[in-house]
């Protein structure tokens, strides 16, 4: 049984595209997150939700607005989709309270052309 | 300067080897300390964490934190082939933001 799981799991785009990403977890936990990872495999927090409502929200531009239909689901839609968003983004979930202990998706594989 | 810094590698060692990992840090807020195993095209795994200096043992692996020196090492005993991989630490503040360092790809030669 996958526990954190994400589609799609390759995206190949071209600039100036809208595209979604979504996440689904079914530990039962109450907080998730959505990490980019670039080519150098440097992995860098962009949002967490804790039960549907934003309590991280890095340096991102607004292009990416995450969603959480309910606390299974933390989706992420971009928008005007640019060469630099090429990159692996990775959900992650955990108890609340408990950052310390995530659990990783498999990764979505951006590719903007 | 980043904040935690991680030798990228490649480390190459022959199994059965004794394998360090190590990151320093520059934040002395840090309390958390975690180090996650990742596969190629694979999500990061969690192996250890750890919030004390010290050392912490699980299985084959010890992690070990030195909070004065800003220093924290994962050792690896009798490493193994399905060893390798990328191996990221990880560290968080009263924020609970986790902070990465960029990784160290271990590869362990049959």
């Known amino acids: 049984d996958t526990a954190v799981s994400q589609t799609p799991k390759y995206l190949v785009t071209q600039m100036g595209n809208d595209k979604s990403i979504k996440c689904e977890q079914n530990?039962?936990?109450?907080?998730m997150y959505w990490y980019k990872q670039d080519s150098k495999k440097f992995l860098k927090i962009m949002f967490s939700y804790n039960n549907k409502e934003l309590i991280i929200n890095e340096t991102v531009p607004n292009r990416f607005s995450p969603k959480s239909p309910d606390k299974a689901h933390l989706n992420l839609h971009i928008n005007s989709l640019e060469l630099g968003d090429s990159a692996v983004y990775f959900c992650?979930?955990?108890?609340?309270?408990?950052?310390?202990?995530?659990?990783f998706g498999p990764g979505t594989r951006l590719t903007v052309l | 300067q980043k904040e935690v810094e991680q030798d990228p590698g490649p480390l190459s060692v022959p199994e059965g080897a004794i394998v360090s990992l190590n990151c320093t840090y520059s934040n002395s807020a840090f309390q958390y300390f975690m180090w996650y195993r990742q596969y190629s095209r694979k999500g990061p795994e969690l192996l250890m964490y750890t919030y004390s200096s010290g050392n912490k043992e699980d299985g084959r692996f010890t992690a070990q934190v030195d909070k004065s020196s800003k220093y924290i090492s994962l050792f690896i005993r009798d490493s193994q082939p399905s060893d390798s991989a990328t191996y990221l630490c990880a560290m968080m503040d009263s924020s609970y933001k986790l902070i990465f360092g960029s990784g160290t790809r271990l590869l362990v030669r049959p």
């Open positions: 992650a979930s955990s108890q609340v309270g408990r950052a310390d202990t995530q659990y």
């Open positions: 530990l039962g936990h109450d907080t």
